[in-house]
């Protein structure tokens, strides 16, 4: 197993924490010299917060723990590709090296819908590594989108059937 391979299964875990909330199953960490420094999972419904992104929460922690916002020296693995708040927040922060285990294409942005990451424009680019894990990290987003579908209809079917009992 490489690295980036190693480093995406704690990604993976992460991601278990959100499903365990019964968030969308989305993990980060951030890794510097060989060593996690930040970690971080998708809690948007526990937090009721639009910025409690898995991404935004490790680089927090990461940059606490380096003691500077710019962590230059650091490599980001994400379950799904990011989002356009996320991957901003990756070039704002100058991480330069992103390793994404499955592509969105209905939000992502490194590659999906547009790709912030490596657009030459910005005064920083980040070398990105898609499909790392992809079965994994898809399966778990699948799985997990399935399982909400049927809940969603039993929660339907037992409403109806109160609504015709009454």
């Given at each position: 197993m490489d690295a980036d391979e190693k480093y995406m299964r704690e990604a993976l875990?992460?991601?278990?924490?959100?499903?365990?909330?019964?968030e969308v199953p989305i993990g980060c960490v951030i890794v510097h010299e060989d060593t996690i420094i930040g970690r971080g999972y998708n809690r948007r419904n526990t937090d009721k917060s639009t910025l409690a992104h898995a991404e935004i929460t490790a680089i927090k922690r990461a940059a606490k723990k380096l003691g500077d916002w710019r962590l230059e020296?650091?490599?980001?693995?994400?379950?799904l590709e990011p989002?356009?708040?996320?991957?901003g927040a990756i070039v704002q922060a100058r991480i330069p090296r992103c390793v994404i285990g499955c592509m969105n294409?209905?939000?992502g942005c490194a590659?999906?819908?547009?790709?912030?990451?490596?657009?030459?424009?910005?005064?920083?680019?980040?070398?990105?590594?898609r499909d790392v894990l992809q079965e994994e990290c898809s399966g778990l987003l699948t799985a997990f989108f399935r399982e909400l579908r049927v809940r969603d209809a039993e929660r339907k079917r037992l409403?109806?059937?109160?609504?015709s009992a009454n």
């Open positions: 875990k992460q991601a278990g924490k959100a499903g365990a909330l019964m020296d650091c490599t980001i693995y994400i379950t989002c356009p708040m996320c991957a294409p209905k939000a590659g999906s819908v547009t790709n912030l990451l490596e657009m030459k424009g910005f005064n920083h680019q980040v070398e990105v590594r409403r109806k059937e109160a609504e």
